[in-house]
Each structure stands twice: as C-alpha cells, then as structure tokens.
C-alpha cells in the first residue's frame, strides 16, 4: 500500500517507519525550504520513498526569489513526483491571502511547466469557506494542471468543482475521515468515484481511530482504507487496489514503484 502524503521527517526515527504494515511506498511532503532539502535527501536515501518540494500557505514568510530558485532546482530531480502542499489557510488570524495567492500560483505554474501534480492544502476556520472558494478561485485559472486536494474536507461545493474539472483531480483522504462526527467527509467518501481517490495519512498528524491522539505513522493509512472500505461495503483489498493504481497514475510511478521516464 502507498501513503500518499506524509512528512516522514518530522518523525524522530523516519527509517522505523518505512514499511510499517506493508507499506510499499510513500511521499515524503516537502512543504518549505528546509523540508523540500529532506524529503529530497530521504528520497534519495531510500527506493521506498518519494519526495514533493513546495511552499506551505502559512510558510509564505520564506518565500523570496531565493527560496523559489531552490525548489524549482530540487523539483528537477527524479525522485520529485509532486510539487507543494501549497493552497489557502484562512484558520489563522494574520492570513496573508496576497502573499498565499502569489505562492499557490507560482507553484501552479511550476507544477505545469514540470507536468507534476501540484498538492493543495485548503483549511478555513469552522462554519466559513473562504479559502475553499479561494482554492477554486485560482483553480479556474488552471484547468489542465493536475492536483491533488490533500486531505479533502468534504466541502460540497468543492467536491463537485473538483469531479467537473475532470480527470486533473484527485481527493486525499486521511485519518479525520475516520472521526465521528466527520459527516461531509464520510458522504465524499461514500460516493468519490473509485478512480479519483487517494488515501495518505499527513503523519505525523490526524491519526486515524483507533490512533487518535497518538503521533500518527505512515503504515496507519491502512485504518484510514479499512474504514472508507467499511463505508462503501466493498473488500479492503479492492480498495487498496485501486487507490495504490490512482497513486502511481498520477504521482508518474511505475509498477514496482519506480519513477518513470
């Protein structure tokens, strides 16, 4: 199985991790400077592991020229698969929606000009949408760069943006898929078609029940798959299948997990 997104270097110990529950790969997620330069060295370390390189919507303090020559020169290398998490986080207070726009873009068009998916990051405090609406905003701006809507909310209206602009979307599901009271991510999950979704687990965060309040690990993508699995009433191992498929489709990896071309 695959984990689609995960910050393997955030865990003390990143080499216990590999293959915990039969995981045959995962994406290490580099989203400043600094963690693009480990998710790259990790990928280059080892076969298991791929990397993205991008900007946080809330790191945007680090973007500078600089910064941008950086991770388009560690976006080059072979072991890149994937550029961000970028997108829009109006949780906080001191949001500055300039600065996360012009980095969101930039990285649209960096993920274009390379033909690697770009992973979007969208989060608004409860009861309010903006940077959702955002997100779709500046995506209309970009119909034929593929994405990947890392650790999808449920958000209707985004759902439905995101099944209409076609095969260029994919939906992550983690491990707050697995919470009670997660009901709009519980109904994407029970109709998202097949081909267009993704599981991960965004370690060392959202640990899924029955690791909730624990540091989440990349092999606990699995409670995520039996979960979604027990919701759709269809075989784990089918499932499994099928998602592993949508991973190497669109991060470019081939059947053994390699990177192609």
């Known amino acids: 199985m695959i984990d689609t997104h995960c910050h393997l270097d ?5 080499n216990s991790a590999r293959g915990e529950l039969r995981l045959t790969g995962m994406v290490c997620i580099g989203a400043s400077p600094e963690h693009a330069r480990n998710a790259v060295a990790l990928a280059e370390q080892f076969p298991d592991v791929y990397a993205t390189v991008g900007l946080h919507p809330t790191d945007t303090e680090e973007d500078s020229p600089e910064a941008r020559r950086e991770l388009e020169e560690l976006a080059r290398n072979p ?3 994937g550029i961000g998490e970028s997108g829009l986080d109006d949780y906080w207070d001191d949001t500055k929606r300039a600065a996360q726009r012009s980095a969101f873009e930039w990285q649209l068009d960096l993920a274009g000009r390379l033909g690697k998916p770009l992973v979007i990051h969208t989060r608004d405090k409860q009861g309010e949408d903006s940077a959702h609406r955002g997100v779709m905003d500046v995506l209309r701006g970009w119909p034929d760069v593929p994405v990947i809507l890392h650790c999808f909310s449920g958000h209707p209206k985004l759902l439905r943006f995101g099944l209409e602009r076609g095969e260029h979307t994919f939906f992550g599901l983690a491990g707050n898929t697995t919470y009670k009271n997660a009901h709009e991510i519980h109904a994407a999950a ?41 919701l759709r009433e269809m075989p784990a191992e ?24």
């Open 10 to 14: 955030y865990l003390e110990d990143p």
């Open 79 to 81: 072991r890149v698969v």
């Open 190 to 230: 029970r109709t998202l078609p097949l081909e267009r979704m993704l599981l991960e687990t965004d370690a060392p965060f959202l640990a899924p029940v029955p690791k909730r309040g624990k540091p989440n690990r990349p092999g606990y993508v699995r409670h995520t798959l039996d979960f979604i699995a027990g």
């Open 238 to 261: 089918v499932l499994e299948r099928m998602t592993d498929a949508n991973a190497r489709r669109v991060y470019g990896l081939g059947a053994e997990g390699r990177t192609e071309g």
